[in-house]
């Protein structure tokens, strides 16, 4: 990572009442003085999408917001286009097709831009295939079901902008728990994070996640792992053993470098309370 912050989010923030996730998101781009541009490249809705964010972002005291819907590898090759990221301190990519989203934006100008933008700050957040898009492998597409089984989960080459981890998105609600298993077994050296709707987790330069949002974040840390997915054929079930798993609320907060949990301020104070007391 550089010097900008990700934010992944697991998809249907919400954008009418609290709006927790993303009134963090302006802020982190700098609230009165941000500048946001909206990429809906994985939205089916195009335009329409970009211009529901920027009423949102307009909502919450953002001045200037920029939909850009490159449709298409030539659009998003477009030097005018780029240039448009040029002053934005915050990115926001939305929900729809990660595989659309990658393989528009792979290796182009607009791609670059982004990456430009993050080094020298920004904040790039993503909702729903545009969490699954920000790690350098993604999920492009599996099925559901709480058992791993072999060939349940298509990967494919994502954005790289969070490197180290693979993404998954309304994981309780769409019971994503077996696929997220499968990948790890095939590749433990990536981290699993299985992020709820209305939940994000917000990465800064040091690599440590916070979690924020009405759900949770499952983490899944198959570096002390065995499995048996090599020998197995087929969509048979397989077998992972020795995972840990991490399940993280609000308020939590989980180095990914060093794959441990990271005691929170309020947490270690009871902690030293309830030391004093006996």
């Known amino acids: ?28 781009a700098g609230g009165p003085d941000a500048v946001v541009a909206v990429i809906s490249t994985a939205s089916s809705m195009g335009l329409e999408a970009g211009e529901r964010y920027r009423e949102v972002f307009g909502q919450l005291g953002v001045p200037t ?21 040029g002053d934005a301190t915050g990115i926001f990519l939305t929900g729809g097709n990660q595989l659309r989203l990658s393989s528009t934006l792979g290796g182009t100008h607009l791609a670059d831009a982004i990456f430009e933008r993050f080094e020298q700050g920004a904040v790039i957040a993503g909702t729903s295939a545009g969490a699954s898009a920000m790690s350098s492998h993604m999920i492009a597409f599996g099925a559901s079901g709480a058992t791993p089984k072999l060939r349940m989960a298509q990967i494919a080459a994502g954005l790289g902008v969070l490197p180290g981890v693979i993404i998954d998105q309304h994981f309780q609600e769409r019971n994503r728990l077996g696929r997220l298993l499968s990948l790890i077994a095939q590749n433990p050296s990536l981290l699993g994070l ?53 399940s993280l609320p609000a308020g939590y907060h989980f180095d990914l470098r060093r794959r441990r949990r990271i005691a929170t301020p309020q947490l270690r104070a009871l902690a030293g309370g309830e030391a004093a007391s006996s």
């Open 1 to 28: 990572m550089s010097n900008g912050t990700v934010i992944v989010i697991g998809g249907a923030e919400d954008k009418v009442r609290d709006r927790v996730i993303l009134s963090r998101f302006v802020t982190l």
């Open 65 to 85: 917001v920029r939909p850009i819907h490159a449709a298409t590898r030539q659009q998003a090759n477009d030097e005018g286009t780029a240039r448009s990221l």
């Open 194 to 246: 299985g992020v709820d709707e209305d939940t994000a987790g917000i990465v800064g330069p040091d690599h440590v996640m916070e979690v924020i949002g009405r759900g949770s974040i499952t983490i899944i840390d198959g570096a002390a792992s065995e499995t048996d997915a090599w020998e197995i054929g087929g969509h048979r079930p397989l077998m992972i053993s020795g995972v840990v798993l991490h």
